[in-house]
């Protein structure tokens, strides 16, 4: 089966706060979003990539990204999920969705692998999945502590997240649902969600200290 991937790349990078969208700043000299292409093309797990950008970013993404018959771009939307609704748009045939946010733009490939073998071995849908090192609290409004989940059972979810085609296609279909990942709105279906060992270098570049933390992987720090 067809295995495409889908990568949000259409964010402003508010939290970062450059000048450009988070997914066009460089990292090591490359831009985010092509460091997150090519790690999909050297899985070798993935047969066609569309990569959602904002409407004007459009002709500077296909300058940068490997000049490739299988990488599309497309223009993504306001919010995140309208950004994967675009791409399933312009990916009908997939057997299989892989979706990954241009912000993971380390993700070792072992890793993008590893997501769709398991799609394969016959999981519907495979998120990447790392203990947390920090104590998880629910807050109100006020600020005051609601609760504290034990942390022995919380996770914290990577991409990419893989989905029967079918599956994730369903789950975008409803109007009006909200979620913090693609797994989430998977979820609300009722659908049972596979997790397996994420991978550190998968961490999402969101704030200052993150991209600092990417510029010093690319050069080759001692971890
Ligand atoms: N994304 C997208 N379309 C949106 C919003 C986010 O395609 N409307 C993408 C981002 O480009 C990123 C991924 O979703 O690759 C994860 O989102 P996040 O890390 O929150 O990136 P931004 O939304 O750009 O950052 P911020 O929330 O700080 O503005
Ligand atoms: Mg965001």
């Known amino acids: 089966g067809t295995v495409v991937a889908l990568v949000p790349a259409a964010g402003r990078g508010v939290r970062l706060g450059e000048a450009t969208p988070k997914a066009f700043v460089p990292v090591g000299g490359s831009p985010?979003?092509?460091?997150?292409?090519?790690?999909?093309?050297?899985?070798?797990?993935?047969?066609?990539?569309?990569?959602?950008?904002?409407?004007?970013?459009?002709?500077?993404?296909?300058a940068l990204l490997p000049p490739s018959d299988s990488v599309h771009v497309v223009v993504g939307g306001a919010?995140?999920?309208?950004?994967?609704?675009?791409?399933l748009a312009a990916a009908p045939e997939a057997a299989y969705y892989l979706v990954h946010d241009a912000a993971r733009a380390l993700t070792p490939p072992a890793l993008i692998?590893?997501?769709?073998?398991?799609?394969?071995?016959?999981?519907?849908?495979?998120?990447?999945?790392?203990?947390?090192?920090?104590?998880?609290?629910?807050?109100d409004a006020a600020g005051a502590v609601t609760g504290t989940p034990d942390r022995a059972q919380l996770r914290a979810i990577q991409t990419p997240q893989g989905f029967a085609a079918g599956l994730l296609r369903s789950a975008y279909l409803a109007d009006g649902v909200q979620?913090?990942?693609?797994?989430?709105?998977?979820?609300?279906?009722g659908a049972q969600v596979h997790t397996i060992p994420g991978d550190p270098m998968a961490f999402?570049?969101?704030?200052?200290?993150?991209?600092?933390?990417?510029?010093?992987?690319?050069?080759?720090?001692?971890?």
């Not at 409407?55 to 500077?60: H, M, N, R």
């Not at 919010?79 to 791409?87: H, Y």
């Not at 979620?179 to 279906?189: I, K, N, R, S, Y």
């Open 113 to 139: 692998a590893r997501v769709a073998a398991e799609l394969r071995a016959g999981h519907l849908a495979v998120v990447p999945a790392l203990p947390v090192a920090d104590t998880i609290k629910s807050v």
């Open 79 to 87: 919010e995140r999920i309208d950004s994967v609704r675009a791409g």
């Open 204 to 223: 999402k570049i969101t704030t200052p200290l993150d991209l600092l933390l990417a510029h010093a992987v690319l050069d080759g720090a001692d971890l």
């Open 32 to 62: 985010m979003v092509r460091l997150a292409v090519e790690g999909l093309i050297a899985s070798g797990a993935v047969d066609r990539i569309i990569v959602m950008v904002p409407a004007e970013f459009v002709e500077s993404a296909v």
């Open 179 to 189: 979620a913090t990942d693609d797994a989430g709105l998977v979820e609300l279906l």
